[in-house]
């Protein structure tokens, strides 16, 4: 995953507020969090987990979002 990131944002030119990481559960979207902080990919200044549903969408320039796919009952 952290390889694909550094591929979007340094050779394709994608921004990082254009991204948002899916994974099944919170422990998983927690984990690639922390790898993509660790990385030290120069154009992603932070990754943002949304936690809440108030907190769902987050377009800070140079911040990636992560959330997880799993359904809170809607």
């Known amino acids: 995953m952290v390889e694909r ?20 559960t919170w422990q998983r979207v927690d984990e690639l969090a922390s790898s ?12 943002h987990v949304a936690r809440a549903d108030t907190d769902r969408i987050e377009s800070a320039s140079g911040a990636v979002q992560a959330d997880t796919t799993f359904s809170r009952g809607l």
């Open 36 to 47: 993509i902080r660790s990385a030290g990919i120069p154009a992603i200044e932070r990754v």
């Open 5 to 24: 990131l550094r591929w979007l944002v340094g050779e394709q030119h994608v921004r990082p507020e254009d991204i948002l990481v899916l994974a099944p």
